[in-house]
C-alpha cells in the first residue's frame, strides 16, 4: 500500500513536470512579449513589464482590419453552414427521395477529402469566377460542411417519429418542423460543430493566403505570416510575440472557459 | 491563362523525370514517419498520465491539450525563434552549458526533426484523448483479473492494455497520417523549403508550383497523388464502428 502511495506521488509529480514542459513555449511568449527587446533569448525575462511591443505592433500592422476580417469570414462561414447543413442533414435524415444513397455518398467523400489537397483546382475555379481577393473567396469553398451535416443526420435520426406527427397535426410546414422540432433537438451537434468550424477558420491559414492580396481582405493569421517574415520583423522577436499573442487571445481564453466541450468537438469530429 | 488541354499522363511523366519530385516524395515519407510514431507514442503517455484521479487533472488536461486549439502560424511563429540559429532560445540554452548551438533550422539532417519536434508538441493533445477514450474503455473486470493472476506495471500494459488498444492504434494512426501531410503553415512560415529542399513537403511543392511557378499541370498532378495518398491512408478511419466490439 505504502509503495502505491509513492509511485501515486511519484507519476503525479512527473506528469506536473511534463504539463510545465507543454507550456514552456506558451509562457516564453508572453513573457518576451511583455517586457522589452533584448538581442539574445533567455527563458525568463530580464527587463521589466512594458506594453510597448504591443503599442508599436498594433501602430505597424492594421490588426484592427485583420480582426474585422477574421470574424466576418468566421462567423458568416458558420452561420451560412448553420442553414445549408441543417436542411441537408433533415433531408438526408427525414426525408425519402430518389438519389439519396448517392447524395449522402457524395457528401460523405467530402469528409476524407481535406480542403488542402483541393487548393488548387479551388483557386482555379475562383478565378474563373472574379472573386479573387474578396472574403466571399475565401467563404465560397465553406457554403457547406460535410460534416456539420453528418453530426445533424445522426441526430435528427434520433429524434421521434411522434414529435414530427405531433407537429403535423398541429398544421406545422415541412419548413417550421424543422426549425422548431428538429433544429432545437440538435443543440449538442451545433455546440460541436460550432467549435470546429469557428476555430478552424480562424487558424486557417493557406487558403485566405492564397486567394487574397489586399490588406483590406487579409484574415488575421495571414497578416501575422506577413508580419512575421517582414523585414521590421527580423530578429525583433518581442514584436512578434507580441502580435501572436493578439491573435491567439480569443482562442484561448475560450478553450480556458469550454475546455471540456473543445476537448469533446474535436475528438467527436474525428476530423479537423 | 491559357485553357487546359488534355494530355494524358504527360504531367505525371514529367514529375517522375524531376529528381525534386523524388526528393518531396522522400521528405514526404520521412516527415510522417517523424511525426506520426512520435506523437502517437506521447499521446498515449499523456492519456496513461491523466486517465487517473488527481486533484491537478484538469492543470494536466488544459497544459497537454492547448497547443491543439493554437493555429499552426502563431505556433510557428514562437518556435521559428525557439530553434533561430544562434540566438534563439534553444542555441542559447546549449551555448551557456558550453554546448555548440544546434542551428536546427539550418542543417539539412536536423531541419524535419526539429520541425517534427514542434509538430508532435502540437498534436499529442489530440491524440491523447482517443487514447484516454480507448483506455477508459477497457473493462476494469478484465484489468482485475488480470491483477489477481498477478500481471502488474510493464507487464499489464504489454499483455492486456497494449492489444486492448488495437483499434484505437489502427484508428488514431489513420487521423495522424491524414492530419500530417495536410498542413504546411510551419513550412512556410520557418524554413520555406531551406536549406536546399530538406524541407519541401508535398503540399508546399504543390503551392510552390502552382502559386511560385504558375505550373497548374504539375500543381494538379501533384494534388492527384497527395488526394490519392489520403484516400490510402482514412480508409482505416471507417472501420472504427464495427472495431468497437473489440472493446466489450
Known sequence: MKREKIAHIFITAFSAIIAVVFLIPLVWMIGVAFSEPSFQMTFLPKTKF?????????????????????????????????????????????????????????????????????????FLTRSKLGVIDTKLAIILP????????????????????????????????????????????????????????????????????????????????VGLAIFAKSKEANMQWANVCAATFIIILPLLIAFFIMQKQFIESFVGAGVK | MKAPEFTGFDNFIKLAQTPLFWKVIGNTAFWALLTVIPSMIVGLGLAILINRKTKLLSFLRVSYFYPVVLPMIAVASIWSFIYMANNGLVDQTLIKLGLEPLLALSKKDTVLPALAGMYVWKEAGYLMVFFLSGLQAISPEVMEAAKIDGSRGLHLFRHITFPLLGPTFLFVSSVEFTNCFKLVDHVMIMTEGAPNNASTLLLYYIYQQGFTNFNYGTSSALSVIMLVTLLIVSIPRFFRQDKKVHYN
Not at chain 1, 113 to 121: G, S
Not at chain 1, 177 to 204: E, Q
Open chain 1, 50 to 122: 512594458t506594453l510597448d511591443n504591443f503599442k508599436y505592433v498594433w501602430k505597424a500592422v492594421p490588426f484592427a482590419r485583420y480582426y474585422a476580417n477574421t470574424l466576418t469570414v468566421v462567423l458568416l462561414t458558420f452561420v451560412i453552414q448553420f442553414f445549408t447543413s441543417t436542411l441537408a442533414g433533415y433531408a438526408l435524415a427525414v426525408m425519402d427521395f430518389k438519389g439519396k444513397g448517392l447524395v449522402f455518398v457524395i457528401i460523405f467523400m467530402q469528409l476524407i477529402i481535406p480542403n488542402d489537397a483541393l487548393i488548387i483546382p479551388n
Open chain 1, 142 to 221: 465553406f457554403l457547406g460542411s460535410a460534416l456539420a451535416i453528418f453530426l445533424l443526420r445522426q441526430h435528427f435520426k434520433s429524434v421521434p417519429k411522434a414529435l414530427f406527427e405531433a407537429a403535423m397535426l398541429d398544421g406545422a410546414n415541412t419548413w417550421q418542423v424543422i426549425w422548431k422540432v428538429y433544429s432545437p433537438c440538435a443543440k449538442p451537434a451545433y455546440m460541436s460543430f460550432a467549435v470546429i468550424s469557428v476555430s478552424y477558420h480562424w487558424n486557417n491559414y493557406l487558403w485566405p493566403l492564397i486567394v487574397t492580396n489586399a490588406p483590406s481582405n487579409r484574415t488575421l493569421t
